[in-house]
Each structure stands twice: as C-alpha cells, then as structure tokens.
C-alpha cells in the first residue's frame, strides 16, 4: 500500500466531509472521488435560479444540480424533452453566481449530444465556459460511452445518469428499470460502460434498491441514487419536490422536507387580503 493510499483509508476526523466538514473552497470532482474512498455520503439537490442555490450553499450541499428537470420544475414545460442548450446555459450561469463552495453540475438537454461525441463536446464546452459549470451530466450507459469518453479527454468532467432516464419518455415512459435478470445485467453493464469512459459519478434513477447496492459494490466512482433505496453513495432530490412546491402528485420516493406551497399560498393570500382591506402598506412601509 502506498502512503497515499494508506493516508485515504485511514478514518476521518470529518474536517474534509463534503457535507459539514470545514472547508470553504468550490468542491471539485477530486473531492467527489476521496468521498467514496471515506465511504462518506453526500446530499445533492437540484436548482434553477441563482437565489434558491444560494440557500442550499449556505446549508452545505456540496454538490447542486442543474437539472434538465427545470423543464417541468421551472420552465413550464411537460416534460424535459423541450428544454434547450440555451436556457440551460443561462440558468447554469445563473445558479453558478449564486453559489461559492457547491460543485455545480448542469445538464446536457435532449438533442445536445445524442449525435455524437463532437456535439457532446461542442455542447458542454458551453456550459463549462459560459455558465461556469464544473461538470455536466448526460443519460445514457453504452450508448453514451463515446461521449463521455471524448468529454473527460477534453478535460471536462462527467456525471452519468442511468436507469430511468427522462429524456426517452417518449420511448419508455416513467418506470422501473432494471427489474428481471436480463434488465439487472443491462444496468450493470451500463454502470461499469460509463466508468470505463471516465465518469467521476453516476446518477440510478428509479431502480431496485437491491440493484442500486450492487452497482454501488461494484463501481470504485459513486452512485447517486433517486428511487434507488438507501445503499447508493449519494442521494439527489428535485428540490420542488423536496420543499413541496411541485404541485399534484410526487413520486413515492420523494421525502417532503416543508410545504412551501402552502406557506407561499396562505402568504400570497394574506397579502391581498391585507391590499384589498386597507391594511398594507401601513405607516412605517411609507416614506415622506
Ligand atoms: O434533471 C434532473 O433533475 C435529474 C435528477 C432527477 C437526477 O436528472
């Protein structure tokens, strides 16, 4: 065993931890890496504008996800399928500025890489270089190792994302993945696929707990887990989810955290209310 590698698995005093440790300097992928070596997890949370990042900075998350997810979450769009390179390079750049130490992942949308590592390329170079991201995320196992390949050659880090994967709704709805031996053995072929590409993590959505814990076994990069069960190394929560700003139903892996619905709801209330009746502004909201 060399120094260094004795130095990485002797047990932490937490001063490093990605969550709650003490360090103040933007996250990197390297962190990331030396987390799974701890046997550390680690929260991650999506976010689209640059003040509700600013919150989860300030509380700690050490990794924020700029999810195509702003689709249904904060574009108003049905699905993630419409959402373009464009809006994702402006709300990356956006949650960028609102955060210091959070590592920020943006997503590649549909349509900006599934032609080939080349417009992989040309696409992520956007979103490092104009919004300021520190990696990017892509779905995809096999199909996406030449991507993911030519990505992290060209120096910019990957997070990988299988299982359910939101932009092939149109070809495979919203369901489990991986369940039955041929599916299991699909998904771990596409885990090891993307970190023989060089991913830095993998996002599992929505698959059997007990499969999620083997993938994790299994890889030296970290699984992050969303509908995986407790075993992944990471958990990722769609933050309107998280808070209960989504409206309707949410999936039943969801953990509701607060109901900022109903808060924003009965405040917006008030507030008319008080409009309507005469009671806002008051005296000292006024200036002379
Ligand atoms: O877009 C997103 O928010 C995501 C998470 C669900 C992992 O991909």
């Known amino acids: 065993m060399t120094q260094l590698s004795a130095a990485r698995t002797q047990p932490s005093d937490g001063s490093k931890a990605l969550y709650g440790g003490k360090g103040t300097r933007r996250i990197t ?4 890496t030396l987390a799974k070596e701890r046997g550390e997890k680690w929260p991650m949370l999506t976010a689209y504008d640059a003040m509700t990042a600013s919150v989860f900075d300030e509380a700690g998350i050490p990794v ?51 032609e080939g590592p080349v417009q992989a390329l040309r696409s992520a170079t956007r979103l ?22 030519l990505l992290v050659e060209s120096g910019i880090p990957v997070m990988a994302h299988i299982g359910l994967t939101p932009q092939s709704v149109n070809a495979m709805g919203y369901r ?37 814990a083997e993938v994790t076994r299994v890889l030296h990069i970290p699984t992050v887990g969303i509908g995986a069960g407790p075993e992944t190394d990471a958990q ?3 933050w309107t ?5 989504t409206g309707g139903r949410v999936p039943k892996f969801v953990k509701q955290y607060a109901d900022l619905r109903q808060i924003m709801g009965d405040a917006a209330r008030s507030f008319a209310e008080d409009v309507v009746g005469g009671a806002f502004p008051q005296e000292e909201h006024s200036v002379h």
């Open 29 to 32: 992928v390297r962190d990331i």
């Open 64 to 114: 924020i996800l700029v999810g195509d997810s702003a689709g249904n979450c904060h574009l108003g769009y049905d699905t993630t399928v419409p959402v373009t390179l464009d809006e994702m390079t402006m709300l990356s750049a956006a949650v960028v500025r609102g955060t210091r130490r959070s590592l920020i992942v943006a997503d590649l949308p549909f349509g900006s890489y599934q």
């Open 128 to 149: 490092v270089k104009e919004a300021g991201a520190g990696a990017v995320k892509l779905e995809g196992g096999e199909r996406s190792h030449e991507q993911i390949r």
């Open 241 to 245: 989810d998280m808070l209960g700003l």
């Open 176 to 212: 489990v993945q991986g369940r039955g031996e041929e599916a299991a053995q699909q998904l771990l072929r596409d885990a090891k696929s993307v970190q023989d590409a060089g991913a830095f993590a993998v996002v599992l959505e929505l698959v059997p707990a007990e499969l999620a």
């Open 236 to 238: 990722v929560l769609v």
